[in-house]
């Protein structure tokens, strides 16, 4: 059966549709990518900001066939952009470096690679 995915609020129910038809837990799906079950659980709510390539990984593990179909409709319109400055505009001056320092970020509790 065909699932056409137009936004990316779809993905995290078509991953639990697709896991749970297999009859798999997200613990289960996790040891399957060698992860933790927080990490699978933290990737099937928010799949778009994952990479493609872990979200095509747990599609395979899945079996779900991926297909791109270009004769859908875009949803954004192409922009052309131009490639060279088409105006006698001078370029603006370059800005002077910032003395602001940068708020300190809080380093996530554990990374996995998968």
Same mark, same amino acid.
């Not at 659980?41 to 593990?61: D, I, S």
């Not at 060279?84 to 380093?107: E, G, I, W």
């Given at each position: 059966?065909?699932?056409? /995915? =137009? *936004?990316? +609020? ?5 991953? =639990?549709?697709?896991? !749970?038809?297999? $009859?798999? *837990?997200? &613990? @289960?799906? #996790?040891?399957?990518?060698? /992860? ?7 990737? %099937? &709510? =928010?799949? @778009?900001? &994952?990479?493609? %390539? ?8 899945? +079996?779900? +066939? /991926?297909?791109?179909?270009? @004769? #859908?409709?875009?949803?954004?319109? %192409? /922009?052309?952009?131009?490639? @060279? ?16 320092? #940068? ?6 509790? !554990?990374? $996995?690679?998968?």
């Amino acid at each position: 059966m065909t699932y056409p /995915i =137009k *936004t990316l +609020n779809q993905l995290p129910l078509v991953l =639990k549709a697709f896991r !749970k038809e297999q $009859e798999l *837990t997200q &613990a @289960a799906m #996790a040891e399957k990518l060698g /992860i933790t079950q927080q990490s699978y659980a933290y990737f %099937e &709510a =928010k799949p @778009a900001t &994952a990479t493609l %390539e872990r979200l095509f990984t747990v599609l395979r593990l899945l +079996n779900v +066939n /991926i297909s791109l179909d270009r @004769a #859908a409709p875009t949803l954004v319109p %192409e /922009i052309d952009v131009p490639t @060279a400055q088409t105006t006698d505009c001078p370029s603006p001056p370059p800005r002077p470096p910032s003395t602001k320092s #940068a708020p300190l970020a809080v380093p996530p509790k !554990k990374k $996995e690679s998968w």
